[in-house]
Structure formats: C-alpha cells, structure tokens
C-alpha cells in the first residue's frame, strides 16, 4: 500500500502513519517529494483495507497496490484454465482451442419443450444445454420454474442427447438438489455476491459458470471467484451478461472489453451472455459474433423452439434457424481468431489467436 | 400495457398484436393516430413483460403502465405504515413521529467492545442497537464475524441496556439462527435479490431492514421488498444505502431523492444508512442531517468505541461523541420538519411536516 | 403521448387532462380499464414534454412514443445512407460496402511526426488520416494542439499521401478555420451537446462525424445529429466511443450494442473508436474485430510512429505494425460480415450481411 | 506519481522505468518489496499521465497522487472563497454566513412573466434573479429562448426589482452580449467541458456560475473552475444539480455527498440546483431542505407564476407560494447548520457549523 500524505502534514502525523504500519507488522518507507511526503508499506500482505489509513490526520490517500485476489491470478498461474466437462470418453472442454456453445431455454417448460430445444441445439453444435429449474424472478408472481420435475427432465436430455447440463442453483440448500442432476452448476448474476451459495458451490465436485453482477467491477468479479477457488474447486468458468448503466436502448450494456482484461489478470475461461446482455433477440447474433472477435472463449445462448410461447425471456430467445445461423456465423469468426467449433472443418487458421 | 404500432405497420401486424392480446385474455383497444397506432391493452393484469410484444413484427414499443408491486404500493394501503419492535411495555416505532435511529458498530468484535458501543449509543439517545455476528465480506480471507458468539452477545445487550437489537441474516439456514436472538432481521444490498432469503424473512414474525442493493431501481427495491410481504410478512423497513454511479469521491452515491419518491409509491417506512452511503467518516453527519430534513423515518450508523481499532469498516464509523454530535444536530433537524428524537424536548412543532 | 391516471383518480381529473391535451391541439382518447383509465393523446406532433402532464393532479405517468428525431430517423428515410469524402476521382465512402478506416495520431505534433504516421497508416490500408490541430485537453496546463500550423501540416498530408483528413473543431469561430482545412469536420464527445457548434457545423459542406457524448443515451445521440440535420446538413458519419460507468477496466466502456440500435433506427452511418473507447493500447485490437464483428461501418483508430513519445494518449496509440495487424485481422473478419476493406481481394462473401 | 511492477517484472523492466522518469526530469525511488517492487516518482510535477506508464512492460499500474488542480484546491487557498456581486452599495455574497439564494423562471417568456417571477422571489427573500435569455435545448425544434429581448428584460429586473442577473451563456461570441446584461455568468452542465467556453469567461470580470456536467467526476468539475481560474477569474461559484445514474425515479440523481467533498478539496463556494437535480416539483422541497443540512452555500431554483403555462421544465419550476415555503423552510434548517438568510431574525445559532 502507498500511503500519500498531505502537502502540510507535520512530521508527527508522518510518524504515526509509520507507527500504525510497523504496529501492524508490516515495514514502512519514507519518500520525501517536493510537494509531499508519501508512505510506502512492504511485507507480507494480509487484508488492508486502504481507507483505515484514509482516517488519519495528515493523510491524503491510501492506494492499495497488491490485488486481493490470489488463486484466480494469472500472477499466480500463468498458463489457461481449462476446464473438463462430463466423465464420458468424449468430454467437452471449456478455454481450450474449441468454443464452447451453451444453448437452451431460459426455463425448462415441458418434456416436449425442452427435447425439441436439445434436438435443434444438438443438431447446429452445441454440446452444453442450458435450462433452469429454478428461477430466480424479479416478481414473486411468476412462474419461478418446474424445480424438481425440471431437473429429471434435464437429466433425460443428457441421456437422450449426449448433451452436457448447466442449471441454475440458488441457494446453499437448493444445491444438494441441482449438483444430483447437472454437469455444471451455474450461480446466476443476482447472486454474484451471495457467499453462501459461493462457499457451498466451491464445496462441489461440479464446475461452477458464475456470471457478473450486474453492477460489479472486474475486481468484485473475480474475488467472487476467489471464494469459490478459497474452498478448494478451481473449476470457475466466469460469464459476462452485461452491465448495468445509463443506457436505455438494450436491457444491459454488454461490456466486451472485460474479456482481455480477464484474460491478462486471471487464467480462469471467460463466455459470454449475448441473451441476457442485450435482452433482444435481433441483437443476439451480431454481439455473439462480437464477443467470438474480441477472444472470449465461448458462449451462452437462448434458444426455444416457439420464442412467442415461452414462458420467461422469449423475447431474447432465438429460433432454432437462428441459433442454427448464429453457429454458422461464429464458426466463421472462429477461424480468423485462431478458434474452432464443433462445426469447423478440420484445419482452423491459428493465424490471428492472441 | 401500451403498445406503439411503427408508423409503416400493416394492418395484418396490428391485428396480430390485438390476437395475441385476446388470446392472453385481456383486451385490445386500438388507437388510430395521424403517424400511427397504439394498442391499448386493459384487464385483470398479470404479469405480462412488455418485451413479449416488442419482438412481434411493426411494434415500435410496448410500455408497462401498471405497477408490478401491490402489497407495498400506497395504492393499495393509503396511510403510513408504522412498525413496532420489541414486546415490552415500551416498544419502539418506525416509521411514526420519532425518528428511529439504529447505532451500533459494523462487527460484533467482542463482549467488551459491543458493550462500550451500546453504552454509548444508549446514553446518546438511540433506541435500537445493530452489529453484525455474520459479516457478508468482499474477501473470502477477511474477518467474518463471530457467529453464534456474537449473537448471544447482542442478546446481553439487549438485556443490560433495553436496546432492541438489529442483525443480519446471510441466508435461509442461517435465518433460524438470527431469528432467535434478533429483534429486526437485516437483509444487506447484496442480497436484496437472494429470492430464497427473501422469502424466508418474509415467513418470519420478525420485522425486516431491507437494504436496497447497489444498482436497484425503485422499483425493484420495492419488488424485494413484495417478494418478503408476499409470504405474509408486512413489517418491512426499507434502507437507502447509496448506490453505485461513475462518481469516484464516495463509496457509494447517497440518492436521497428516493425518500420522497417511497413516500409517493409505498406505504412502508424508507430509513438512510449514511455510514455505507458515503464510506467516509467525515462526510456522515452532513449526510445524516439532510437524510433527516428529505424526510426520511430514521438512520442506521455505524458507532465505534475506538474506530481506528475496528475489525471491519472503522474508517466509516464515528467516534462515540461523534454520534453525541450527530444526535444533537439531527434533533434540531428534526424539530424543522415536524418529527422528534428520544431527546427532543417535550413539543415539537409539526409545522413543516408533509 | 399516453398519459396513465392513478387508480383512484377522479372523473374531474381525467377531463382535466382531456382538456388540457385539447387546449393544446390535440385530440384525446380515453380507455377505461379495470384498473385505471388511460388517456392517449394524437394528433400532429409537435415537441411536447411528458412532465407537463405528469405534474397534473390524478396523472401516474406520461409516455412519449412519437420519437423526437426525424430527419435522422430510419422512419423517415429508409435505406442507409451513404457519404461521399473528397471531391477527387477516388472518392472514399462511408456505409457502402468497404469499410471506412480513419488513422492517425491523436495530435499533430510535427510535420515529421505527422508524415510518418500518415505514410504508415497509407500503406496498411486506411483512406482517411485523422490528426488534431485544436485538443480539447481536460486540464488546462497540458498541450493543446499545433492549431494553424497543425492545420496546414494535415493539408499537405493529404496532397502528399492521398489521404482524406478529420479533424475537430471545438468552437463555432473555430470552424470557419479548420473547415477550410479538412475533408470531414469531427465534433469531439465533450462537445455533442454544444448545440452552438451543432448548428455551426450543419451550415458547413463538410461531412460531420459526431462522436457520443460519454453518457448520451441513444435518443440524445440521434437528436444531436437532427440538431446538425436540421441546419441542412445530411452528411453525418456517428461515431460511439465508450460511455461513463461504474466499469473501473477500461477508460470508457465501449457499448456495441449501439451499432444494432442505431442500424434498427437511423440510415446514418456508424462507426467506432477503439482507442478512445478502451483508453488502453492492448485491448484496441480485440474491440476493433468486435466491432466489425457486430456491423459497424468502420473504425477510427490512433496510430503514432513512436506511441511512447506522443505528447497525448500515447498509452493508446497502436505503433504501425500493430495497425498492420489491425488491418489484416478486420479484413478477414469484413469477409466474414459481407464487408470489405482496401486490402480483400476482390470477392467477398456477402453471405452473412444483415 | 506511484508505479507499481508485476511481481514477476524483471530488473531491466524496474531500471527502465527508473530511466524512463529521470529522462522526463524527476527523481525515481525504488522500493522492493516482498511481492513486488514500487517506483514513486518524486518532483516538481508537470502534468503526467499514469497511462504513459502502464503501456511499459512490467508495469501492473500507475497512480497519480498530486492532484491536478491547483488554483481551485484547498491546499493553495485554505480560507473559504466569498464572492460578491454587483457593484451597488449592499452587495450579495456566495460563499459567507448568508446563503445565496438564486430564483427565477427557466426561460425568459415575457416582461409580464419575468416581472411577475422576479416580484414573486423578491418578496419571498432571493437576493439573486434566475431566468435564461438563450436556451441550450436538446431538440432543435423546442423554444430556444428570447435572445437578447430576453437579456433586456433582465436588466429592467435588475432595476426594477434590485436583483442581481444570473443567466446562461451558450458560447464564446454569445458570452460578448451576455456579460454586458448579467451580474453573474452561468455556463451550463452541457457546456462544463466546453473549453472554449470556459477560457472565454475565465477572461471576464463576472462571477462564474458553473453547473456540474451530467457525468463529470469531482475531479473533472474541478478541473473545469482551474480552467476559468486560470485565465485570471477566480470567481467561480460550484453548483452540484445532480448526475446520470441507472436509478429512474428522478430525472438526475442529486447527489449531495460531493458538497462536503468539494468543501474539503476546494476553497470555491458550491450551491445546489434541486430543481434539474429532481426533474419533479414535488421533490424540489425535500431536496433544497437537504442541500442546506448539507452545508451548500446556497441554491438556484426555477420559480414561475404559472407553471402550468411554462415554455420549457413547467413540471420542476416551484409556484410563486411554493417558493415561500421553501424559504421559510430552510430558513430554519439555515438556523441549524449556523447559517442565515434574508428572512432570518438577527441572531443565528453559530451552533453546528463545521
């Protein structure tokens, strides 16, 4: 930390900011500049908090420099996480060089729904369904999923389909249920923050998707991934769905540039919501596209075999011919970034990849 | 729900919007102006999402005009609510002509160090006592209270100083722990969307602080707020904590304007947290002060016997005569606008009370 | 305009309303519903202000649904529009089918300075060279532009190299010199709503290109393009380059989703800024495939012959063989979109095009 | 300015920083620590970009600490700035015991209107006179103001009525006509980065009343009065009236944590515009009570005979009896803080002022 002190603070002040860091443990070292004094604090680094010497007299600002978040840094683990999907002989892999393709319907409705919805994403190259069962509603008066019934039905798509499941789970309790039934657990953005359900999922033997706050910095996002890693699963894949601010003409502000910037902190694979993050379905397929071209390492996506009918987020959901072109498109950015899907014909240029 | 037809809409895309209408029970009126037609949609109203008809062919918007909440609006219940805690002779109101002032420091440190706190705050004139003995912290390697231990302490300190004692709960397990010992259940603006503690607050005969999370609009406060009436309990006490924007001299942005805007929408008591709204010591009497002259129904600070040794968010808390200080100013505060503290003399005058 | 009553409003308020619409000119429609009575509004639009009806006593809410915008709006004109630079023989187009590329450094510096960016950026592909003359700096102390001279570098820029040249103005006298100078005149992001220079800019025969304001919405976007429009000039070339939020990663968070919304609703062009939007070197080049990836009509990026020596934004500035790669990398991703670039081969796939 | 190395940053990436900073002129100290090593650059600083830093390899940040505002800081100016205004014998002050209180209309409509205003707020006790000649409108087609008719109506006020003139200037050549007719020159939230702008009444002999920018940090709102002070017009008058959120209950989000700020920063007097700060009448009240518990220097409020009748912001601007209320209101709350106003009876309690 990097204690600046004010252009007229006394030397005692000064010496009780040296006296508080030593006090603490840590080493403190005095640089006099022509304006100011500042502080700088060596040693090994526990959980400051810059603001506590925000509070002394004399004291300009604090600057914490070291990052709070060690398992999930690329300064700590310097080459890509990947992450292994599914104990068959074929398992899918998530941040390697083929992209991963979550599709599916924002809630499991029916057998008939969800089977017609997992043969079409089937069918254009998808190998991760999505479906929830428990859905977490801004209104206590919506269908808030089928629970149980949806999971099993979930089960059957595996079954049926060779697809590996991410559901949703929602609270620590909730997730003794979920774990039964699905390949990845997933923690919705509303509960980015939700330490409970973070420590128990970081208890699991599942990869976790934990999607970003709708409001929280990438440092916020990451130490949410810490907890997670803290209990002992290393398997997190993160998932931008947008963020929340001024604009008004999408849902959220799909925030692309959080990508690289995932990319140089932390080693852990970053996909991207382009349903969620827009929340309108003809802007779904442009940002997917988007999201391939700027490196994120695959993607979630809504799909419903009869969007006007569905029962949550129709409006976001593609058709199956659209997925079916979405796949068609990103396949083909894939190839210019150095990427595949399971659609790629054999040989993808390595040319451009990062 | 109004919908806007684009100008160049066929009359086959009208008729499809009034089908749709129809076919979910309600009833079309169609609205034929010089540039174009809207479609007015009346009757028993569900949950409809506007977006379900913005994805048809030649709408150009469809805009929700009923409020999704309904226990909590003023529509529904016209006067103020007023909530009692504690079962004693001399209960404690909020949301009545005395401010409710909550004080207390962030973390349950120790038995000696919450008891100095409530001593103080007691001796200052507050009647209600917070700390935390389950911290929800940002870092997985940072204090996170003292658990069980610190409940009981709180209930001591309900006991020696006849203070009503305000905590959180972290999740829905953990409810039946806190419920036992705590007078007000607190649910943190982290959690304002963690559905499934919503839910069990809201099973509780014990009333519940709702903080409003970082980025929630008013109207997805007050929907938090539903979720927790909806299972039955109506003693809700919503918390203005500040939220996030751009604006990098606070931790949070204070948005005091959301009093008066409760007070229009909602029958329930709205208080400010002015310790999290800000982050910075010297900046909370100043915003206690004008949270008292908005309007609001009282505050919730953060009281430290020796804040610059606090465990947690000392540079937010105020030293005991600081809250001396802070009672002073907002009872003559109060007096302006037609309200009372626990030190008010006898008659105020309720002159400028709205 | 679509006025909502509150429940309980009375049969006087809603004549008032009604009366109130028809003083003004208007005709209103009145639609009783279960729960409330709704007022529509129609008639020739003029500019009316949802808040003059929302202060009336018994209103809920006013609603606009005419947009304000019309000369701008894809209502009005329905094919794109595509803008013609330079009066040569080659003339260069923005929104046909090639992408348009504007490179350069932030400011003119030197003639060498200057030379040498042009003749980079010439050969890896760009038509327009972009370079300020006039800096609107945000602290008055650092340096703001060569002016005149600036100007008369780029004029030989242009003779020399072929280049079509953008530079800002930043006042409405200004204009009058740098217009003079240059093939496009660009309006910085600080001054979108500076409508003295809207209106100055929209008597020139100039294109315009007209970057966002760091926290304009949409709306307010197109409306500062009608403020240019509406002077007689049609030649607007828009221009997003990130927007103000909460995001801490990134200077600015650039919004792609924009360039869907804008395509849905104007014929104006649109391109992006990557170096403004990202405010850092290493995430340029992603957020430029994104951008091409999600549909925009080309790019405006900071090229500088020596980044580290710039005397503004030097931190992102791509050095010339990073713009190289930029070039190639957007050209296989054109390919991918139906777009083209001054280095594809001949025949692109218009496939994918929207 | 502070640079922090990658913990893995090798020692001819630490030494070439180090040569980096002694090439600009200043003197490097290096600082090794147990994770990582820390540069501080120490002199006399110029203007410096942290960015400049972060693009060299090894680098994980740089951190400005010197502020770059000089003339509008506390540390330059530890007292208090008071402006007077005008010439006569009982100037107003900003900035002194007495709070300033500006009230008007939002445009000059007519000599009846104007006049009816300007009696209105003289009787209720403003000393200062609102009201705007030319109007910066976000659509071309809306009322643009009166133009120079309206700037002599204003001087007829001043006459008439003994108050000081406060009106908008819209740019450089407009500021020419403006200043002969005003006693104070307001340049506009739109305009605060308008440079052109603020050199042109930084060479002024007027007050300066500057709005905050709609997402301008303290920092950049500072930035803006150094820009005015440093071209010899130390008279600037801060005015906070509320910034761009996600929150959609007020048309801005008042935020009025930065008053303590500023005052804690800068020596320049800051007032609050309750009046765009809400975009509602019904909250102006509430929100001017709360700017002055804050500790604001004064307020500026839109006042209109008829309201209803108003050619532009009706739905904000305070009946004339509204406006009476209101300063009887914070004439109390004025009391509280040790403060005064044209309607306090002579002795205030110096009490609580900090």
Redesign the interface.
């Known amino acids: 930390m990097?204690i600046?002190m004010?252009?007229?603070a006394t030397e005692e002040q000064i010496q009780a900011v040296c006296k508080k860091i030593e006090a603490l443990g840590f080493r403190a070292?005095t640089?006099?500049?022509?304006?100011?004094t500042?502080v700088?604090l060596?040693?090994?680094?526990?959980?400051l908090?810059p603001?506590?010497f925000?509070?002394?007299p004399g004291v300009?600002?604090a600057?914490l420099?070291?990052k709070?978040y060690k398992l999930a840094s690329r300064?700590t683990k310097t080459e890509d996480s990947v992450i292994q999907v599914g104990l068959s002989d074929s398992p899918v892999t998530i941040g390697g060089q083929e992209l991963a393709v979550i599709a599916g319907p924002c809630a499991v409705e029916s057998r008939e729904q969800t089977f017609a919805a997992a043969a079409a994403v089937r069918q254009a190259g998808a190998r991760l369904f999505r479906g929830g069962a428990f859905k977490?509603?801004?209104?206590?008066?919506?269908f808030q999923g089928l629970g149980q019934e949806g999971l099993e039905i979930l089960a059957e798509v595996r079954q049926e389909f060779g697809l590996a499941i991410v559901t949703e789970t929602?609270?620590?309790?909730?997730c003794n249920q979920v774990e039964e039934y699905t390949d990845i657990l997933q923690v919705g953005a509303?509960?980015m923050?939700?330490?409970?359900?973070l420590?128990r999922v970081g208890r699991s033997s599942r990869p976790v998707l934990l999607k970003r706050g709708?409001?929280a910095?990438?440092e916020?996002f990451l130490?949410a991934a810490?907890?997670i890693m803290?209990e002992g699963n290393y398997n997190v894949i993160l998932c931008e769905r947008g963020?929340?601010?001024?604009?008004?003409?999408?849902r959220n502000?799909?925030?692309?540039?959080?990508?690289?910037?995932v990319k140089?902190r932390s080693h852990l694979p970053i996909i991207v919501d382009p349903s969620h993050?827009?929340?309108?379905?003809?802007?779904v397929i442009?940002?997917a596209?988007?999201?391939?071209?700027?490196?994120a390492d695959g993607l979630i996506v809504e799909v419903h075999p009869h969007?006007?009918m569905a029962l949550s987020d129709?409006?976001?959901s593609l058709h199956p011919e659209e997925f079916e072109s979405l796949m068609?498109?990103i396949t083909?950015?894939a190839g210019?970034?150095g990427r595949t899907t399971a659609r790629s014909t054999p040989a993808p240029s390595a040319a451009?990849r990062?």
Do not use: C, W
């Open positions: 990097i600046a004010e252009p007229q070292h640089i006099r500049g022509v304006e100011r500042v700088a060596t040693g090994i680094p526990g959980q908090d603001e506590e925000e509070s002394l300009a600002e600057l420099i070291t709070p300064e977490p509603r801004t209104s206590p008066y919506t929602i609270d620590p309790e909730n509303r509960n923050q939700n330490f409970s359900l420590k709708i409001s910095t990438l916020e130490m810490e907890y803290a963020v929340r601010t001024f604009a008004d003409h999408t502000t799909l925030d692309l540039s959080v990508i690289p910037a140089r993050g827009t929340g309108k379905r003809e802007k442009p940002l596209r988007a999201a391939i071209a700027v490196g969007p006007d129709g409006f976001q068609e498109q083909a950015i210019v970034v451009i990062e």
